[in-house]
């Protein structure tokens, strides 16, 4: 059964600082997803990661993938309070084509 | 316009009641699902279908049922409400054969159990 484990839940930073989240996930997969939740809002998909040692970025975010460690991160540079939401990292690629997510984490920047 | 709607966006209903949740996309994709999310478990999945005549269950099937009417509509369907039914129900959409088929959410509907 394939698991997908989010670490922290809840992260509270500073503006300015850096920090890292991590997604760990239990059986080989061949897609990593990440998403975010805006309060009340829909998920918007933020980057799609497909082979080992992928890394892509989006202005104050970047993700990577080791699929031999079966772990993803999502390191967050230089905080800013825009970029409060929860975020989640999500697995798929199986042969049922869903995805599952992690529990996600919660980041809250504050000034 | 919305690429995935969903309809209604809020419900407040009764136990025993039957409840219709609408989807409807205009991506063209074959590929739609069925999510719940309450808080602090992230998001389960509860049918998925790969195209009008593909349905199956998810890993939370059980209390509800699903309706492909037409590859742009997907409708999750609660035969006999229950409280502990009450989520914020998400529908997703994607497409095969796009290398990495990113599913792509609607904006949700809040469904309440009393």
């Known amino acids: 059964e394939l698991k997908v484990e989010q670490n922290p839940l809840f992260l509270s930073m500073q503006e300015e600082k850096n920090y890292t989240i991590y997604c760990n996930y239990s059986?080989?997969?061949?897609?990593l997803y990440w998403y975010r939740q805006d309060p009340g809002k829909s998920l918007e998909s933020l980057f799609v990661l497909l082979s080992n040692g992928a890394v892509k970025q989006e202005g104050r975010l970047m993700a990577s993938l080791d699929t031999k460690a079966r772990l993803s991160t999502l390191h967050i540079t230089a905080a800013v309070h825009d970029l409060s939401a929860t975020y989640f990292c999500a697995v798929g690629g199986g042969s049922q084509g869903n995805l599952i997510f992690g529990k996600g984490t919660k980041l809250s920047v504050k000034p | 316009d919305a690429d995935v709607t969903q309809t209604p966006r809020n419900r407040i209903t009764k136990t025993g009641k039957r409840i219709m949740l609408e989807c409807s996309q205009t991506k063209g994709h074959d590929r739609m699902y069925w999510y719940r999310q309450d808080p602090g478990l992230g998001l389960r999945l509860i049918y998925y279908s790969f195209d009008v005549k593909d349905i199956n269950k998810g890993e939370i099937s059980d209390g509800y049922s699903v309706s492909r009417q037409a590859q742009a509509k997907f409708s999750l369907s609660l035969e006999s409400a229950i409280p502990n039914q009450t989520a914020l129900y998400f529908c997703?959409?994607?497409?095969?054969?796009?290398?990495?088929?990113?599913?792509?959410f609607g904006p949700g509907t809040r469904l309440t159990v009393l």
């Open positions: 059986t080989t997969s061949d897609r």
């Open positions: 997703a959409t994607s497409e095969k054969g796009t290398g990495t088929d990113t599913q792509y």
